[in-house]
């Protein structure tokens, strides 16, 4: 990656939580960044920091000491109203449960994005972009897992967001499906521009990654890159 452009810029994040009379140290003075329309994997066990760190970078948390830039904006020092703006306008979140109202259709809960935000696609079009055109009008429980999933990607593509933060998407689904999914997040990837990190535990999703940030203990243990990155018909679970 020539002369890369830092989308965010992590700087000595620590984060603690306190249980009682014991301070439970989640991140220990992590520094990292993650540049314009790379596809980074945070790999990880239990415990490791993996989802405290993707929930800074999001806003959905702040760190306990340190800076998180995106862009020019010191995450860090922002207030709600500051940080509720950087999320929708910025952000798209998946999570391993796919959070799906389950009275709306596919098209509906894609919708409940696109009429919020600035320049988004449709609601069709952003079904499409994860092959699930024929599945506007079925509701959640009509939809496999990995269905329910697509969706909740249409739903955080929809609103061209920057980023794309992943916490365990595949966590809930075989192999089959779960690479269906991860196809969908290549191809925004690819075909946008947007800057995606994937946390998980599953070593093999690694190998379709620019980057591959390892932490343990709260801490980044390795960052490598791969020279030949594999797509998701490639992995080996």
């Not at 620590?14 to 992590?30: D, F, H």
């Not at 998980?200 to 960052?223: F, K, P, W």
């Amino acid at each position: 990656m020539a002369n890369p452009v830092a989308v965010f810029r992590v700087r000595e994040v620590s984060k603690t939580y306190r249980m009682g009379e014991v301070r439970v140290y989640a991140l220990r003075r992590v520094n990292l960044e993650l540049y314009e329309g790379e596809f980074a994997v945070l790999l990880g066990p239990s415990g490791s920091g993996k989802s405290t760190l993707l929930n800074i970078l999001g806003g959905l948390d702040v760190p306990s000491s340190g800076e998180v830039w995106f862009r020019n904006r010191n995450l860090a020092q922002a207030n709600d109203a500051i940080l509720t703006r950087f999320r929708r306008e910025a952000v798209g979140f998946i999570f391993q449960f796919y959070n799906l109202i389950p009275s709306l259709t596919a098209r509906e809960n894609v919708a409940l994005v696109t009429e919020i935000a600035s320049h988004p696609f449709s609601p069709e079009e952003a079904l499409a972009l994860v092959g699930l055109s024929d599945r506007l009008d079925h509701f959640p429980a009509q939809l496999s897992g990995g269905e329910q999933q697509r969706v909740a990607i249409a739903r955080a593509i929809a609103k061209r967001p920057e980023v794309l933060l992943c916490d365990e998407p595949t966590g809930a689904l075989d192999f089959r499906t779960g690479k269906l999914v991860l196809e969908a997040l290549a191809r925004a990837n690819q075909e946008f521009g947007t800057t995606t990190a994937v946390i998980t535990h599953n070593a093999g999703i690694a190998a379709m990654a620019d980057r591959v940030i390892s932490l343990r203990s709260g801490e980044i243990s390795s960052i490598e890159v791969n020279a030949t990155k594999a797509s998701p018909d490639e992995l080996e679970w």
